[in-house]
């Protein structure tokens, strides 16, 4: 739950946390606030242990998300409120040997509260995978982990970018460094990032980058690589659980989370997840995993109209231009009490990071990648985007955004544009608000995000990434437990790609088969089938019940509105932006988003 709000002009008490607040719509976060010459600050309430807020007479320091400490051990993870953590933070901090990219592991923001010189200084993670966002005018700064709080709490709530909006709407994501209002922006990843409000007018200097994802290869051969990945997801989780003795991770039929549960040490008591429409293949492939590897099984089923009831709670959760699909969790982190844990560990972006998901392939490609994956080497983001829904003057303000971030992202990445282009940074990618609603809920915490796989996976090439060979040979003796349990899609993790071939090519071809003769029905994956839900939706009622939001993008969509214009995924972002407009106007209306 934890989130900050910052203000160079000091408020009333109490109204930053009202703010926060607002992010809830049920049991919003203890929060506290700070107040001093150097502006307002609120804070709500850590959930990792041992990070609250730490103060002395000359520094407030104030960490979001549970990094890590790479130089000493993490038992107070395992303790009460307190702000052990952050005072260890602080005091490193203060030392000649402190270095941000070594130091702290995983997702985090810093906070550094300088009292005595009125001096801000906010930091982010390797890749801004908590992002932070900023409002800079002459005499005024202010700074928040969440949009649509921080525009409220510097006066920008009706300043609304329409032009990122039809960017999210039509790409699930707002080009870096924009964001839905227009005076706002996002800060950099692996940045240092300095302020100081007390100058006139008020300044902000160039942020220091800490560490940059340099394209250059850090390894002899695929083997080196290999092993450190192996070391590293394993030193991290070992950190995390030192002093832990029950811990929870997520499951499906895939290969990640079963090999996160092969890393847990053998003396924790562990307790698997996973969340199904109803029974069936991934949750029958889940039971055989579970007992693989020792795992207390929990299978809950989602309610009919999952994805559309949760639209509201989980868009003000993620905020304005973070698609809220990827809240999986939501409710049924309290159902399964997952706060309770002292860690959740999941087995996010490890796809996207190690296997080359985010690699270009053509279609050809794509249909052979059952059989072999390999990329074309120029990038494909630069083509210009298309849509008859919108007019064509916004869609060219977004292919110039788009030119304009491909720049920033050359600097680093010249020859792996299009992989690392929703990576760096992480509010790029579609699933990372996935990541932001579970980290307020519970303590979540992300092997494959950690510092060192994040440096390995910008120091290996992508065709050590493809057809699993830098991942296979690094987890597979964590593989072995499940060796004859198959993935979702029929496949064996444990199998080399070249083993896997015929395997690929038989499952295809019956799968094929048994849903053109009806032996296979239904749907057999984790996420749910979300486009059936739209089918049922009358989608000439949704615009007429949402006419005054429809005028606030007048200027934008192509008249008559088509909603069929659109895809089942643009849709959703469609109705989670119109929802959001609507909560601006402070009258909440629901009629669509409770399906039976």
């Not at 395997?503 to 486009?531: D, K, M, P, V």
């Not at 959703?572 to 009629?591: A, D, M, P």
Request: glycine content about 6%.
């Amino acid at each position: 739950m934890s989130d900050f709000l910052y203000s160079s002009k000091i408020k009333k008490l109490g109204q930053l946390t009202g703010l926060i607040h607002d992010i809830y719509q049920d049991d919003p976060p203890e929060t506290t606030e700070f107040h001093g010459n150097w502006g307002s600050l609120a804070v709500s309430r850590n959930l990792y242990n041992g990070f609250q807020p730490f103060e002395n007479n000359e520094h407030l320091v104030v960490v979001i998300g549970g990094p890590v400490l790479t130089y000493q051990n993490n038992d107070f993870l395992t303790g009460d409120k307190s702000n052990v953590g952050s005072l260890s933070l602080y005091e490193r901090f203060n030392s000649e040997n402190f270095k941000w990219d070594e130091d702290l592991s995983g997702p985090f923001t810093v906070l550094i509260v300088d009292k005595l010189n009125s001096k801000i200084q906010c930091i982010t993670d390797l890749m801004l995978s908590i992002p932070v966002y900023k409002y800079v005018d002459k005499d005024l700064i202010a700074l928040g982990t969440h949009i649509d709080a921080l525009a409220k709490s510097c006066g920008q709530r009706d300043e609304i970018d329409k032009v990122s909006l039809t960017d999210f709407i039509l790409n699930g994501v707002i080009t870096f460094p924009y964001t839905a209002y227009k005076k706002l922006r996002q800060c950099y990843p692996a940045a240092i990032h300095e302020f100081d409000p007390n100058s006139k007018p008020v300044s902000e200097l160039a942020p220091e980058l800490y560490w940059e994802p340099m394209e250059k290869i850090d390894y002899k051969n695929i083997d080196e690589a290999a092993r450190d990945l192996r070391k590293a997801v394993s030193v991290y989780i070992s950190r995390v659980t030192e002093g832990m003795d029950k811990v929870a991770s997520f499951l499906s039929g895939g290969e990640d989370s079963r090999v996160v549960a092969g890393m847990l040490p053998n003396h924790l008591k562990k307790e698997a997840f996973v969340f199904l429409d109803y029974m069936n293949r991934e949750g029958k492939i889940a039971q055989k995993i579970s007992k693989a590897y020792d795992l207390q099984l929990n299978i809950m089923f989602r309610k009919p109209g999952y994805y559309l009831n949760i639209l509201p709670e989980a868009s003000d959760l993620v905020g304005s231009g973070q698609q809220y699909l990827n809240a999986h969790t939501l409710g049924f982190h309290k159902e399964c009490k997952l706060a309770e844990y002292d860690a959740v560990f999941g087995g996010f972006i490890a796809n996207a990071l190690l296997k080359g998901y985010d690699s270009r392939k053509n279609k050809l490609q794509k249909k052979l990648s059952a059989i072999y994956e390999f990329i074309t080497v120029e990038e494909g983001h630069s083509k210009p985007v298309q849509s008859d829904f919108f007019k064509k003057n916004v869609l060219l303000e977004i292919d110039r955004r788009r030119s304009e971030f491909l720049s920033y992202l050359r600097k680093f990445r010249n020859n792996s544009l299009h992989e690392w282009f929703h990576n760096w940074p992480r509010s790029m990618g579609q699933a990372n608000p996935g990541y932001l609603v579970n980290r307020r809920l519970f303590r979540i915490y992300e092997p494959f995000l950690s510092n060192e796989v994040i440096k390995l996976a910008a120091g290996t090439p992508m065709p050590w990434k493809l057809n699993r060979r830098l991942f296979h040979k690094a987890m597979r003796p964590y593989l072995k437990p499940a060796k004859w349990v198959p993935h979702g899609k029929g496949w064996l993790p444990y199998l080399s790609w070249w083993s896997n071939i015929p395997i690929r090519i038989f499952i295809s071809a019956c799968r094929r088969t048994g849903r053109l003769t009806g032996l296979i029905t239904g749907y057999h994956g984790s996420w749910g089938e979300r486009s059936r839900l739209l089918d049922s939706l009358n989608t000439e009622k949704i615009l007429s019940s949402f006419g005054f939001e429809m005028n606030a993008l007048e200027y934008v969509i192509q008249e008559p509105a088509d909603i069929d214009k659109l895809t089942r995924k643009q849709q959703f972002n469609l109705l989670q932006t119109l929802y959001l407009l609507n909560r601006k106007t402070g009258e909440k209306k629901e009629v669509f988003f409770h399906a039976d």
